[in-house]
């Protein structure tokens, strides 16, 4: 069982003044199979991939980023967690794709984070050319420390449902072995209670036998 309903999850987009978005997903892959994305991204934009595997197998997927021009930025194979930086070269639409297909019977449950573009600024911060305020500042500054404490929340949430799993998984096979240990149990247990009934069962004896010849 998989964690929650698997949904698609914490789906943001914030769009700004040059191109800026932000794609936070969870998706499950299904065996042997190949999940792509796809982002518009505007020439010399920034953007970062981030990803990790929460549950499934070794928690490891193939990765791989394609430029407009099928020119691969980034590719790697099982990987568990990684993040990559890229800037654009081109405008044009490029490609995210996520691969299960060495699996043949797990299923993968993948986060995944794309950002592209700068952060958006705060609202009416920057708008004026004097001297940012102390007020200012200090809004600017509790703006990034929230940022860092929700990417954060956000590693530890998925380390717990990561861990919850792996306890999922280890809590049904030591309930299927010790069911397996009970039923081994049993019938070592009835078996010798039927060959300790066969040596104390009355049985005629051999001198018995002669005289009644």
């Known amino acids: 069982m998989y ?19 932000n794609v ?17 991204i505007e020439q010399n934009t920034s953007a970062t991939l981030e990803f990790q595997v929460i549950t499934g197998g070794q928690y490891d997927v193939d990765v791989k980023i394609e430029g407009p021009n099928k020119q691969i ?4 194979n099982k990987m568990q967690y990684d993040s ?24 993968k449950l993948v986060y995944m984070d794309f950002n592209v573009g700068p952060e958006k600024a705060l609202p009416g911060v920057g708008e004026h050319a004097t001297v940012l305020t102390q007020l200012e500042t200090s809004a600017g500054e509790i703006h990034s420390a929230l940022n860092r404490i929700i990417d954060h929340q956000t590693h530890h949430r ?24 009970t039923f081994a149990i049993i019938c070592v247990t009835f078996t010798q209670v039927m060959v300790l009934k066969n040596f104390f069962s009355d049985r005629p004896s051999l001198y018995t036998v002669k005289n009644n010849y």
């Open 84 to 107: 990559h930086q890229f800037t654009a070269q081109q405008t044009g639409v490029y490609k995210v794709c996520f691969s299960n297909e060495f699996s043949t019977f797990s299923h």
């Open 158 to 181: 998925l380390r717990e449902a990561q861990g919850r799993k792996r306890a999922e998984d280890l809590n049904e096979r030591v309930f299927w072995w010790s069911l397996g240990e």
């Open 24 to 40: 936070e997903l969870t998706f499950e892959l299904p065996d042997s199979a190949v999940e792509c994305f796809y982002q518009e």
């Open 3 to 21: 964690i929650a309903p698997l949904l698609f999850a914490l789906l943001v987009t914030l769009i700004s003044g040059i191109y800026s978005k």
């Open 73 to 76: 930025l980034y590719q790697q």
